[in-house]
């Protein structure tokens, strides 16, 4: 584990398979496409889904569980929906030692159980708005698969939205796309931007989807969120009506909204670099690795005694610390290993430390003497590791939005597209083509439009393929 | 929402049906024999979980995940173990547009699936003891199905463990069983009996298992969590070996333990009454609901003010509160409605109360005037409402233990076993019966040994059936 992994500017897939498996992040399943979440890598989930979670009751959601069982005949009832995933679906056929009269749909997202549930629920504006999230895990049967990226089976949350008036339902979407958008920088520290989907990427079965789009370090795009504003096409599919205050039967509004384990492989992406992980401290398992320093047996056991005082310290202020005092590796081999598995702090606590009170703190976001201070003194040991901690957060980000603005080009003439796309680089450009022309130009050059970005120059400019007069800018980019 | 359910004495079944619909607490899904956790159903299961998952950590286990799919070849390895399963399976045939080379069974437990895995993990001693747990989902095929209870679909956790000798895993089996003893007495004030299951009630796998035992209203009992030591059965199934700090290559000694969704029944039957649920605070997702009383409408902002006040006192408290402000109903259909969804304490505020400055209290588990106190002072809210929630809990534990030591029956004959037994008890009995005596005992009373307690009277005593030497005592009931 304590072997190098190959450098991203190198292989940058190599990279990330390598510094997935050596971080004990997942591991493959038996099952073609299916992955393992291993501890280390359940943990940074966990912290996402606590992050995610809370901001989503912070702003009146509730949580239920709906059957991951959906019967085939509900996927059909919506005609895009059903175009859209029915390549992807895996069917139970048989339960119970029998064959099953109807096969079942393993849930690859369940706009259509809900809705056969809110049609029950719902009789009048009284019971609006619903809004619910369920944690769950769905499948859906991609070829082409990657741990966290795409997998056959994944985690997410799914929130599923009801409203009383078209205009509900847009501000819901549009604030839930604020939530992610919040989320990712505040605690993933990933400048993600957010946006409209086109027409042609959107949700099958939405009026309208937003995104945030993330930059990852070989400067594709990950989409790593999505909020859909599903007007009424569920709801007229399965009939979810309720009564109006004027005394009309009419159709919800519906959103539905989703961020899953894909947002794991966006932080590796984001932030990793040649050595490894390296973790946003709010979502890193461990935030403070300390590793003790000896030479001599004798000093064992006044350094173990300092490793216990400064954990304790930590602990107490509520830092996520752990102390590596295995006595079968050394010191450096477990720098190695810790910086592998991206803890964003260390200290280092040796003799000469003991003897001067103090420890040594290396900061996992610069290496080498840069992010390397000596002399901390023990008292002020939870003030400081608190304050390194913050400043490796917003640094994290700095740095990260500082790459995405580097690598986003404002082009004007397909030539310079092509260059863009071929450099692997970002195009932010004017746009007026047809879906054909988007597609054509996926066919050709690999991008597709990520998003039309929510802040826009305005006005009006000229559409970079046609010559036409395009009212929104786009970003282009090859993606995951 | 305000009509009576029908009693428990009349009809238990129907009662426990209509409570769980009332109180919102699920419904039924389009599949057959799966539910759906409604929100306030889902925020107690998500209270038990987070209660369970503290415990988890605090005995150094992490939570990962597994894939659902697993090959049906896997469950074949461990001959007990396919048999005992296959005849609740649930099989994907088809996925991704195509027939799959092997159907994939949809988890009904993750053993097969999770060694596996550790096979390939586990290397030396050094890398043990694995000590991991899942939450997730899983699929048992059952013809009669009841809301929590037993459904096609349940969440649950289960723990995996694998370890260097049969005493730690021993141990591991019985540290958990502890725990969940543990969580149900403490937090759900479920006086669970812990013990271990006669042979032919253990897990299909299992050497041995451990169970806590609840008793319902109604007197039957239900199996609320498992413990089972899975001894080399899996390990040797898929070559789960180590080598030894002897140097020696042996197979991993194993556990797996879960809890369910089944556990949310439990607290419903356990604690609920003919008015509805009775929550413990501990697990209740509020734990005080303020109803405002007015008369005049003049009166409606000097109460609202108070209210505010008084929700803003508890919330700071760090006490679940929610107030009722509602004007479409009345006070006493929001007493009946609060008090259908088991919340523990219930605040009224008229204006004669904003005018003493005070409150009323009305806890759910006393009715009518014995449970009511007036005039308790604004500023003494909070301390009162924690002291109040803490006696509750209490409360609640001590008249479900009083109810179950009042219907246990020590028998020593068969005649008095049958009859403890019709009447709806349990029978505790020294056994030193067969595994087909104690068959044939199910087949004519409906009854099963339960467990075998943990806590033994010692010695030896005369089996009631056959009058040999027994050196166990058991507890036996019809259970759900």
């Known amino acids: 584990m304590s072997e190098a992994v190959t450098p991203r500017s190198q292989d940058y897939s190599a990279w990330y398979i390598e510094v997935i498996q050596r971080a004990q992040l997942?591991?493959?399943?038996?099952?073609?496409?299916?992955?393992?979440?291993?501890?280390?890598?359940?943990?940074?989930?966990?912290?996402?889904?606590?992050?995610?979670?809370?901001?989503?009751?912070?702003?009146?959601?509730?949580?239920?569980?709906?059957?991951?069982?959906?019967?085939?005949?509900?996927?059909?009832?919506?005609?895009?929906?059903?175009?859209?995933?029915?390549?992807?679906?895996?069917?139970?056929?048989?339960?119970?030692?029998?064959?099953?009269?109807?096969?079942?749909?393993?849930?690859?997202t369940s706009e259509t159980i809900i809705n056969h549930m809110y049609a029950q629920?719902?009789?009048?504006?009284?019971?609006?708005?619903?809004?619910?999230?369920?944690?769950?895990?769905?499948?859906?049967?991609?070829?082409?698969?990657?741990?966290f990226l795409r997998t056959t089976e994944f985690l997410w949350q799914e929130g599923h939205t009801a409203h009383a008036t078209a205009a509900e339902a847009e501000e819901e979407t549009l604030k839930m796309l604020g939530v992610y958008t919040d989320f990712a920088m505040n605690e993933a520290a990933i400048p993600v931007i957010p946006g409209r989907k086109s027409n042609i990427e959107k949700f099958a079965g939405a009026v309208r989807s937003?995104?945030?789009?993330?930059?990852?370090?070989?400067?594709?795009?990950?989409?790593?969120?999505?909020?859909?504003?599903?007007?009424?096409?569920?709801?007229?599919?399965?009939?979810?009506?309720?009564?109006?205050?004027?005394?009309?039967?009419?159709?919800?509004?519906?959103?539905?909204?989703?961020?899953?384990?894909?947002?794991?492989?966006?932080v590796i992406m984001t932030h990793g670099d040649d050595k490894g992980l390296v973790l946003p401290p709010r979502l890193a398992p461990t935030q403070v690795i300390i590793v003790p320093i000896w030479n001599k047996d004798e000093d064992k056991p006044p350094v173990k005694e300092k490793v216990a005082q400064v954990e304790a310290i930590l602990r107490d202020a509520g830092i996520r610390v752990k102390?590596?005092?295995?006595?079968?590796?050394?010191?450096?081999?477990?720098?190695?290993?810790?910086?592998?598995?991206?803890?964003?702090?260390?200290?280092?606590?040796?003799?000469?430390?003991?003897?001067?009170?103090?420890?040594?703190?290396?900061?996992?976001?610069?290496?080498?003497?840069?992010?390397?201070?000596?002399?901390?003194?023990?008292?002020?040991v939870g003030v400081q590791a608190r304050a390194w901690l913050d400043d490796i957060q917003a640094a994290m980000l700095q740095r990260a939005i500082e790459f995405r603005d580097a690598n986003i080009v404002d082009v004007t003439s397909p030539e310079a597209f092509r260059e863009t796309i071929a450099a692997g680089k970002w195009a932010r450009a004017w746009w007026a083509g047809t879906d054909e022309q988007e597609r054509a130009l996926k066919e050709e050059t690999g991008a597709t439009i990520r998003c039309f970005p929510m802040e826009q120059p305005g006005g009006t400019g000229t559409c970079f393929l046609t010559g036409g007069e395009a009212k929104e800018v786009a970003l282009f980019a090859r993606a995951y």
């Not at 629920?121 to 741990?147: C, G, H, M």
């Not at 450096?332 to 103090?358: Q, S």
């Open 26 to 108: 997942v591991d493959y399943g038996p099952v073609k496409g299916t992955m393992v979440i291993r501890p280390y890598g359940y943990a940074i989930w966990e912290h996402i889904q606590a992050q995610l979670d809370r901001r989503f009751k912070a702003t009146g959601h509730e949580n239920a569980y709906f059957p991951m069982f959906i019967p085939y005949s509900f996927l059909q009832k919506e005609a895009e929906h059903v175009e859209g995933f029915s390549p992807e679906l895996a069917l139970v056929t048989h339960a119970g030692g029998k064959k099953l009269e109807e096969p079942l749909v393993v849930r690859p």
């Open 121 to 147: 629920w719902v009789k009048s504006y009284r019971d609006l708005p619903i809004l619910i999230n369920q944690w769950a895990n769905v499948v859906r049967w991609e070829l082409r698969t990657r741990p």
């Open 210 to 266: 937003y995104t945030i789009e993330a930059m990852m370090g070989d400067g594709k795009a990950l989409q790593s969120g999505t909020s859909h504003n599903l007007g009424q096409n569920f709801a007229r599919a399965f009939e979810t009506r309720f009564q109006s205050e004027k005394g009309e039967v009419e159709y919800v509004w519906q959103t539905s909204w989703g961020v899953s384990t894909r947002m794991v492989g966006g």
């Open 323 to 380: 102390a590596d005092l295995s006595e079968q590796e050394t010191a450096g081999w477990k720098f190695n290993e810790w910086e592998m598995r991206g803890v964003p702090l260390r200290i280092e606590i040796g003799p000469k430390d003991v003897a001067k009170d103090a420890v040594v703190f290396a900061r996992r976001d610069k290496p080498g003497k840069e992010g390397k201070q000596f002399g901390i003194p023990t008292a002020e």
